[in-house]
């Protein structure tokens, strides 16, 4: 039906092999969101982002999210800014993925 797989980063709790980001501080990054095709248009997408916020306030030190969308998935796109994510300056240089991220 769906799966997310996220990272805590900049964070003292964060897996040593984890990526780290200057001007972020603790925050969980989304690395993949997926909701399969079946599912899609009925708050499946929602309910895993209000899910990993509830996670990241009890379980984690993360004051923000984050992830990259490809611009070219306005569906996608449209539901980040809608749960609030703002467009940002990607880190990654080498990307041409939209970087968003949102305060929690």
Same mark, same amino acid.
Request: charged share 25%.
């Given at each position: 039906?769906?799966?997310?797989?996220?990272?805590?980063?900049? *964070?003292?709790? *964060?897996?040593?092999?984890?990526?780290?980001?200057?001007?972020?501080?603790?925050?969980?990054?989304?690395?993949?969101?997926?909701?399969?095709?079946?599912?899609?248009?009925?708050?499946?997408?929602?309910?895993?982002?209000?899910?990993?916020?509830?996670?990241?306030?009890?379980?984690?030190?993360? $004051?923000a999210?984050? +992830?990259?969308? $490809?611009?070219?998935?306005?569906?996608?796109?449209?539901l980040?800014?809608?749960?609030?994510?703002?467009?940002?300056?990607?880190?990654?240089? +080498?990307?041409?993925?939209?970087?968003?991220?949102?305060?929690?």
């Amino acid at each position: 039906m769906a799966a997310v797989d996220i990272q805590l980063r900049n *964070s003292e709790q *964060s897996h040593p092999g984890a990526r780290k980001v200057s001007n972020i501080g603790p925050h969980l990054h989304i690395k993949n969101m997926e909701v399969h095709k079946s599912m899609r248009r009925q708050g499946v997408g929602q309910a895993l982002l209000e899910k990993i916020v509830d996670y990241a306030k009890t379980e984690t030190d993360g $004051e923000a999210l984050t +992830l990259e969308v $490809e611009a070219a998935n306005p569906a996608a796109v449209n539901l980040y800014k809608k749960f609030g994510f703002e467009t940002r300056e990607n880190p990654n240089k +080498l990307s041409k993925n939209l970087y968003m991220i949102k305060q929690i």
